[in-house]
């Protein structure tokens, strides 16, 4: 029912920025899309929750706070994540999430990598 697809990442230094962008296709054009984010992996971590929208709401995980910014567009269903300040920490396979009547879907993944 939903697909999503991400672009955007790739390699940056220390201090630097990247936009990530997740383009969502629908295929039942009656369904609405209740909350849409990025989330990122690491070999060494469990998936973990980098920041999510809601219809009026935002939320950030603390690591990354003032330093990212979601953005959303429930005309085209796409959700874009500025990154700034990005630090080796930061490195990743970020995956955009949506949930749509209490489903998750998940993209293919986009490879994030600060180098110090």
């Known amino acids: 029912q939903v697909q999503l697809v991400e672009s955007g990442g790739g390699l940056v230094q220390t201090g630097g920025s990247l936009r990530l962008s997740c383009a969502a296709s629908?295929?039942?054009?009656?369904?609405?899309?209740?909350?849409m984010g990025w989330y990122r992996q690491t070999p060494r971590k469990q998936r973990e929750l980098v920041a999510i929208t809601t219809g009026g709401s935002t939320t950030y995980a603390a690591s990354v706070k003032g330093r990212f910014t979601i953005s959303r567009d429930n005309a085209k269903n796409t959700a874009d994540l500025q990154m700034s300040s990005l630090k080796p920490e930061d490195t990743a396979v970020y995956y955009c999430?949506?949930?749509?009547?209490?489903?998750?879907?998940w993209g293919q993944g986009t490879q994030v990598t600060v180098s110090s």
């Open positions: 629908v295929t039942i054009s009656s369904i609405s899309i209740d909350v």
């Open positions: 999430n949506a949930i749509v009547a209490g489903k998750f879907y």
